[in-house]
């Protein structure tokens, strides 16, 4: 699919998806997300928008339907295919803390992130941590520190700039800023809102917070309308 010339990130055609005592997440839901655009994923406690998330990203299968990241199924995907697109196609969580290892600091754990998907290569590099945590303003001396020291504003950017060292071309938002204070919560999703816009990244918010979704997004999908 097409819009104003772009192909799309990511199309979902018709996924349905329920338990196996029945219970019925959504169905037959159609979307598609582009470059640069942040869509919201709305809907109350229980209604299903992680595990739609989760069936976006190739974590968990549809019962039925189609996931296509760049026009291709992903289900049709070789192993190989699908390792090589996996690291593109991100995901930030609502508790930062969880997000990283205790007992490392931000920097090793980066590191580590960059050694995984690079290997030793110029890509796994010092310089290229400095500059996304420039990115998402804050001070490279934090690096140095463990998870704990960090508050969760601070822990959250880290999470955003962690995944934009994969060179990300989706991002899933799972309620990114639920667990902020009030005060930093439009300050992050305008940062990731500006990110997004610059460097032509799809994100798909996730959140029962119709105020702050209205602000941040292009259109709002109600998943509770996906049944």
């Known amino acids: 699919m097409e819009k104003d010339g772009m192909n ?34 709305a809907g109350p406690s229980g209604s299903g928008k992680t595990t739609l998330g989760n069936v976006l990203l190739g974590l968990m299968r549809p019962n039925s339907g189609v996931v296509r990241w760049g026009g291709a199924d992903i289900a049709a995907m070789s192993d190989a295919q699908f390792r090589e697109l996996r690291p593109r196609y991100q995901k930030i969580y609502q508790d930062p803390l969880t997000s990283f290892p205790p007992r490392q600091t931000i920097g090793e754990a980066m590191r580590d992130l960059l050694f995984f998907r690079f290997g030793d290569t110029p890509e796994c590099s010092t310089e290229k941590i400095v500059i996304e945590t420039r990115s998402v ?91």
Do not use: Y
């Open 8 to 41: 799309a990130t990511l199309s979902a055609e018709g996924l349905s998806k329920s338990f196996s005592h029945g219970h019925q997440l959504f169905e037959n839901a159609s979307f598609s997300l582009f470059p640069g655009e942040i869509v919201g994923l």
């Open 137 to 227: 303003g804050l001070n490279d001396s934090l690096l140095e520190r463990l998870p704990s020291q960090l508050s969760g504003g601070e822990l959250q950017r880290f999470s955003l700039a962690r995944v934009l060292l994969a060179d990300p071309m989706f991002i899933l938002a799972d309620e990114p800023t639920s667990r902020l204070d009030i005060s930093v919560q439009a300050k992050t999703g305008r940062l990731i809102q500006k990110i997004a816009e610059e460097r032509g990244i799809c994100v798909l918010w996730i959140s029962h917070d119709i105020p702050l979704l209205k602000i941040l997004c292009s259109k709002i999908i109600d998943i509770t309308e996906l049944k």
